[in-house]
């Protein structure tokens, strides 16, 4: 009943930007957290970031200053900012409502 749609990622060279959308629909009763993370071949899926309901935000030490995390409660979105965009930040990345349900991924690639 609950559905997660990432999407805003591409291409970019190292030391550009990209902003991802992770847009919520369905039954979603309350707002606890959203929680962004991300995956690449053959590796475990790592967490990146999180925002609560109190607007609260927690980032992964490889991430700290470079990424944001947001959020339009109005349209049920969270926003994830990503500058200085490094190669090793290249995967697909996923965002996670209240701990229960998962998009299904958007692809970011950074590379010359």
């Known amino acids: 009943q609950v559905q997660l749609v990432e999407s805003g990622g591409g291409l970019v060279q190292p030391g550009g930007s990209l902003r991802l959308s992770c847009a919520a629909s369905g039954r979603i009763f309350s707002f606890r957290s959203m929680g962004w993370y991300r995956q690449t071949p053959g590796n475990e899926r790592e967490w990146v970031a999180t925002?609560?309901?109190?607007?609260?935000?927690f980032y992964a030490d490889s991430v700290k200053g470079r990424f944001t995390v947001s959020r339009d409660n109005a349209k049920n979105t969270v926003y994830l900012q990503m500058d200085s965009l490094k190669p090793e930040d290249t995967a697909v990345y996923y965002c996670?409502?209240?701990?229960?349900?998962w998009g299904k991924g958007t692809l970011v690639t950074v590379s010359s």
């Open positions: 925002i609560n309901s109190r607007d609260t935000t």
């Open positions: 996670r409502l209240n701990g229960d349900y």
